[in-house]
Nanobody
Framework: QVQLVESGGGLVQAGGSLRLSCVAS????????MGWFRQAPGKEREFVAA????????RYADSVKGRFTISRDNAKNTVLLQMNSLKPEDTAVYYC????????????????WGQGTQVTVSL
């Protein structure tokens, strides 16, 4: 059974950093691209970042480009999201997801989702 478990969220001041982790199980992790999405109060879920099966190619939303870094460790079945220079508008629940194919920017490309981890950025 596919399972994705996020961790690493918390409360941080603007300008600070957090690292989110997603540990996957129940499938061949290295065969799939992975992504991160987020959903803030009153807003729709939005794409944050994605990484292909090998880790050699990544894609980012314009709002996080230059501040966030997605990476993966296939030996540990883990995808990471390093979040630097955090802003209050980054406050959201962050979700890890498995891509059905490609390096999609929309939720339709993803078939399994974690339950999310809360990130709160204060002024």
């Amino acid at each position: 059974q596919v399972q994705l478990v996020e961790s690493g969220g918390g409360l941080v001041q603007a300008g600070g950093s957090l690292r989110l982790s997603c540990v996957a199980s129940g499938y061949t992790f290295s065969s799939y691209a992975m992504g991160w999405f987020r959903q803030a109060p009153g807003k729709e879920r939005e794409f944050v970042a994605a990484i292909i099966w090998s880790g050699d190619s990544t894609r980012y939303a314009d709002s996080v480009k230059g501040r966030f870094t997605i990476s993966r460790d296939n030996a540990k079945n883990t995808v990471l999201l390093q979040m630097n220079s955090l802003k209050p508008e980054d406050t959201a629940v962050y979700y890890c997801a498995r891509a059905q194919s490609g390096l999609g920017r929309t939720s339709g490309y993803y078939d399994y989702w974690g339950q999310g981890t809360q990130v709160t950025v204060s002024l």
